[in-house]
């Protein structure tokens, strides 16, 4: 039994939705969240930045002392399978690798579509992390980086006319390559599963790295007996690098909700 | 006279839109511009975070000796007529003076519409900037988060339907309010003029902020005899923050250029 919180962070509030996964599924443990909204995007930097910024969001856990790090980036989590920010001996996890296994899992020929950040893409790491599982699968990577403004300013009604047309744009590639499963490789994106299930039609199954983290964290918190030993319902904590108001504003902007916990702002170095 | 070099900044590349008006009138000034790309977008952050980056953006300025320095980023220029960032005796400008100055003249029934960044349009920067040429001026302010991400992704084709649809949904309140002129109150946005033209028609005056910061640089450094003594063209130095490989990048794909001086990577702090 381990008490201590998880750790979740993000470049801005997108990773909540991984946070509302683990309330889900592991009701009683404490969370401590991290946005980094006075330097969000990272998914438009480059990958020696995106270290950087990483490095620093996993320090201001350490001071925590949480007891597991989820990284509910997908851009961090694709640029840390080259540049890694972990020791050996922390417990952590990206969405990356539960994402690419739940997609390996559920793909039948083999053929894996992943739409990401340019960061991501760019990285190699879908690439890298799905041949270890299937050796000759095809991966099709497309980068949308209209995706993320889209969510962030409200464009995800199912019918917005404006979200079809990009996302069709970038989506036509997994149709003419024929992909059966298709991984949403940022935090951002499964706001947009609708018009994006439209797109693909019932026969594409959609892998949402949050809540792939998510269970993820389950097993692994449970294999190393380390779940709380917490009745009541566990505390969210929320930590945010730009003003709090702003922070606020966009969680009720960009999820549609109001936050169940406390924010504070913090500095990181 | 005075050798020394111009400084101009901005979040990204985008005031480089300024840095090609300045090279236009003043061919023989020497430029340093600084793009804060590790941290870009300004635009999307709190008033606060904008001011703290833009001290640092200035204090880069003040290690490089420059003679003037020009704020070519909307969000800044607004942000600093409450959080003020030069000194009394600095040579500056941002780009909302220059702007407004030329909708003050360029207006006929007194009612001037503002496009700009959502950071820009809280500030109130605008009105009071306006109201003090034109004390019974109308503002029509209207925030267009959508049009950075629209320009950085080249969707600025005259007949590109999702920026068109998005810019009517956009301007139709200028439509609605009848303004006579509208300054683009972002670097970036001069890039979808064409499309902006097409919706509001051409009576109305667009004001392009770059171009006038180009006119006011140009009459301060005359008007302060402190223009360059150089027969030659002038030099062009490039800083950024995140990588060169990026920046050289987004140039290309923002502004479908390639850059004519040497460009470094810099560290702000």
Known sequence: MNNNAIGVFDSGVGGLTCVSELQKILPHEDIIYLGDTARIPYGTKSKETVFEYAKQDV??????????????????S??????????????????????????CE??????????????????GGYGKAIREIIPDAKLVGQACPMFVPLVENGY???????????????????????????????THYP?????????????????????????????????????????????????????????????KTILGSDINGEIFRTTLK
């Not at 793909?107 to 893409?121: F, L, M, P």
């Open 156 to 186: 995800t009604d199912r019918d917005n006319e404006v979200a079809k047309i990009i996302a069709r744009d970038y989506l036509q590639v997994m149709i003419d390559e024929d992909v059966d499963t298709l991984i949403m490789g940022c």
């Open 191 to 251: 706001l947009l599963k609708d018009i994006i299930g439209d797109i693909l039609g019932n026969k594409v199954s959609l892998i949402s790295p949050g809540a792939e983290a998510a269970k993820y964290a389950l097993n692994a918190l449970t294999e190393n007996n380390m779940l709380s030993a917490n009745n009541e319902n566990g505390k969210l904590e929320l930590y945010c690098t730009d003003s709090v108001e702003l922070f606020t504003e966009n969680v």
């Open 106 to 123: 559920a793909t039948k020929n083999k053929r894996i579509g992943v739409i990401a950040t340019s960061a991501s893409i760019k990285s």
């Open 78 to 103: 694709a640029v840390m399978m080259t540049y890694p920010i972990f020791e050996n001996d922390e417990l952590s996890s990206g969405v990356l690798y539960p994402a690419v296994k739940a997609a």
């Open 59 to 76: 320090a201001f856990f350490r001071k925590h002392n949480v007891k597991m790090i989820i990284v509910a980036c997908g851009t961090v």
